[in-house]
């Protein structure tokens, strides 16, 4: 694992250390579990990746055949030129 080091205010190092004997754990597991946490609240609103984007929107379209209508949309844009 690599070493990474932070300069912290004096507060927030004396919150962390007494944070983390009130868990039982050391500082820089505490430290661990708050970036895991961030990083994965931040993964969570970023963009879906498209495999996700594709599940959750399948079976919205109930309009028929969605190619056909694709194709139909297609010849307008066609014959209006």
Do not use: C, Y
């Not at 983390?20 to 990746?49: C, G, H, N, W, Y």
């Not at 495999?51 to 010849?75: F, I, K, N, S, V």
């Amino acid at each position: 694992m690599p070493k990474t080091l932070v300069n912290l205010d004096e507060s927030d190092k004396a919150w962390l250390d007494r944070e983390a004997r009130k868990r039982r754990i050391p500082m820089t597991e505490l430290v661990r579990q708050a970036v895991r946490s961030f990083r994965t609240r931040e993964q969570a609103r970023a963009q879906p990746s498209l495999g996700t984007a594709l599940d959750d929107t399948r079976g919205l379209w109930r309009e028929g055949d969605g190619l056909a209508w694709q194709q139909r949309m297609r010849d307008e844009w066609s014959d209006s030129r």
